[in-house]
């Protein structure tokens, strides 16, 4: 039973295309990531929502918008994407022990 | 802000010999800190985790750390690696209030035999 999952693991598509990941976690956790691991292993926070209410937002362009529709799931969705969007993002969880976060196994998306 | 370094891009040890990974943060009080590792193709997991108490936390995989405040260090160190604990290891700092966590560049771990 996977506890943080994440489809699709592989994304290829062309600048200017949008595209969607989405995220569920089976951990009954109240708060959830978006993580974006660069091509030099770089992993910096992008957004975090507790309990479905945005708690994080980074700076990073508005063309990233997540949606989280109940506790267990928060999607991530890219507008117009460009060459630089091309990196693994990782969905996370945490209970009410800040930094304890359990990880999926990444999406990787490359941007042609 | 916060800041985490980790000075050693690669390590290479032999299998069964000991090992010590390098952290160190920037913060301007007590901080959250963390080890997490990272396999080929997978996402990070905790191995273990400060938040306060005794100085030499106890993780999975027969790993530990110690937090040395006047050095701000978290050094992770296991003394007989296995050829499995091949891998990236990244050191987090987080803060008190909040679930931001801050990651370290990484380390990757190679274990030779």
């Known amino acids: 039973d996977t506890a943080v999952s994440q489809t699709p693991k592989y994304l290829v598509t062309q600048m200017g295309n949008d595209k969607s990941i989405k995220c569920e976690q089976n951990?009954?956790?109240?708060?959830m990531y978006w993580y974006k691991q660069d091509s030099k292993k770089f992993l910096k926070i992008m957004f975090s929502?507790?309990?479905?209410?945005?708690?994080i937002n980074e700076t990073v362009p508005n063309r990233f918008s997540p949606k989280s529709p109940d506790k267990a799931h928060l999607n991530l969705h890219i507008n117009s994407l460009e060459l630089g969007d091309s990196a693994v993002y990782f969905c996370?969880?945490?209970?009410?022990?800040?930094?304890?976060?359990?990880f999926g196994e990444g999406s990787r998306l490359t941007v042609l | 802000a916060q800041s985490v370094t980790q000075p050693d891009i690669h390590i290479t040890v032999s299998e069964g010999a000991s090992l010590e990974l390098r952290c160190n943060y920037s913060?301007?009080?007590?901080?959250?800190l963390f080890w997490y590792v990272q396999s080929p193709g997978q996402g990070l997991q905790l191995l273990l985790k400060?938040?306060?108490?005794?100085?030499l936390v106890q993780g999975i995989k027969g790993f530990e750390a110690e937090f040395k405040r006047s050095q701000s260090s978290f050094n992770l160190r296991k003394p007989s690696v296995h050829w499995s604990d091949a891998a990236e290891y990244f050191c987090?700092?987080?803060?008190?209030?909040?679930?931001?966590?801050?990651f370290g560049a990484g380390t990757i771990l190679r274990v030779k035999s």
């Open positions: 996370a969880s945490s209970s009410t022990r800040p930094g304890e976060l359990f």
């Open positions: 951990l009954g956790h109240d708060t």
């Open positions: 929502y507790n309990n479905k209410e945005l708690i």
């Open positions: 913060y301007g009080a007590t901080p959250y």
């Open positions: 400060y938040f306060s108490g005794d100085t």
């Open positions: 987090a700092v987080g803060a008190r209030d909040g679930n931001k966590l801050v």
